[in-house]
């Protein structure tokens, strides 16, 4: 089974519950400029809209999400006695109190990259209005080893002073087999006690970061090995390659008829489409998806997040595997599926249909 996708599901905001106010308002505009800008935009910008309306008084420490949050994150905050609350996007009137904000660099459903920068500038018109400074983690998973390597001049990390943290996963664009993530802080400061324990081992103590303690090192030695042996030139012209391939990928599915190009592959080699309003009724991108597994693909169709269920997208994440040629026999199977479909002169069943999910 050839494969052509990922997932990289993420979490949001940390906040607290509570109505907008005019504080909050009165930034609307601020914050519509720097995030209004960014096609699909997460959780992340919209929670910037509220962040004027927190109270001294919320001292309760509870996270909001949309509908990207990784489980990962939400099972963390159950350590950190954290609330986890599920918020759709749109509902912004209904963020406050946030004590920190996580821009996504690379957004699961589309691979777009939040505009980390506007959301920092606007944190501090923000704090400069009502005194309240919010802190931004930047959640790295994929873009952490693309935007270094093929957009060195994009401002996200630690180059803007607001940025406290920063994740990225070794497993994805890192080169490395399932299991690596990174995390790094700007200062030691910043790193909260309450998150380190200190074990007594072998007659030494031991400080440890990770909620689980036994695992194999494998995965941190392949990722040695790959930094020694590709180096800085090596990731790039590996990301590069993944980046040309997706883009070429998307270009050619753009010229489809029935599709819209949600994205292009420009951020990370990640990119989205959906159907045309004026795509044929009979069949849908469930229908595709079902038709490109009987080719061995797996091309993932699924909703989008929260209060978007009603449109429905297709990804394609292009990893250092799919080379140029395998993209050609994607498209050709691809043309044909499409050809198929639109001949239909009625709709497919969709009593008993399959629509298998992605298996990691």
Not at 83 to 88: F, I, K, S, T
Not at 125 to 142: L, M, Q
Not at 289 to 301: A, D, Y
Request: glycine share 10%; with cysteine; proline share 6%.
């Amino acid at each position: 089974m050839r494969d052509v996708q990922g997932g990289n599901c993420r979490p949001s905001v940390p906040s607290q519950l509570g109505k907008s106010s005019p504080a909050a308002r009165s930034a609307k505009g601020e914050v519509d400029a720097a995030a209004g800008r960014h096609k699909g935009r997460g959780a992340a910008e919209d929670a910037v809209d509220s962040v004027a309306g927190q109270s001294r008084a919320a001292a309760e420490h509870a996270h909001i999400a949309g509908g990207q949050a990784h489980g990962g994150g939400c099972a963390a905050l159950g350590c950190a006695h954290a609330e986890d609350r599920r918020v759709a996007e749109r509902d912004r009137d209904h963020w406050r109190g946030e004590i920190g904000l996580v821009a996504i660099l690379g957004v699961t459903y589309t691979g777009m990259y939040e505009p980390v920068k506007e959301i920092a500038a606007a944190l501090d018109k923000i704090e400069k209005k009502t005194g309240f400074n919010v802190p931004i983690h930047v959640d790295a998973a994929s873009g952490g080893f693309i935007a270094p390597f093929l957009q060195p001049e994009l401002e996200w990390d630690f180059r803007i002073k607001r940025v406290h943290s920063i994740n990225t996963s070794g497993h994805k664009y890192g080169l490395v087999y399932p299991g690596l993530g990174w995390v790094v802080w700007r200062k030691r400061e910043y790193l909260p006690d309450d998150l380190i324990f200190n074990v007594t081992y072998l007659g030494g103590e031991m400080p440890t970061l990770a909620i689980n303690f036994s695992r194999p090192g494998a995965q941190v030695l392949l990722q040695y090995y790959a930094f020694m042996r590709l180096g800085f030139g090596g990731y790039r012209d590996v990301q590069a390659r993944c980046r040309d391939v997706a883009k070429y990928l998307s270009s050619a599915i753009a010229k489809m008829g029935p599709f819209k190009l949600w994205n292009d592959g420009s951020d990370i080699p990640v990119f989205a489409w959906y159907l045309k309003k004026s795509a044929s009724p009979n069949w849908d991108l469930h229908d595709l998806s079902n038709m490109l597994r009987q080719s061995g693909w797996q091309v993932p169709s699924y909703p989008m997040p929260d209060d978007m269920p009603e449109l429905t997208v297709q990804r394609i994440v292009v990893r250092s595997g799919l080379s140029f040629d395998l993209a050609d026999s994607l498209l050709e199977d691809m043309r044909v599926a499409v050809d198929y479909l639109d001949a239909l002169e009625g709709p497919l069943p969709r009593e008993g249909r399959e629509m298998r999910s992605f298996a990691h």
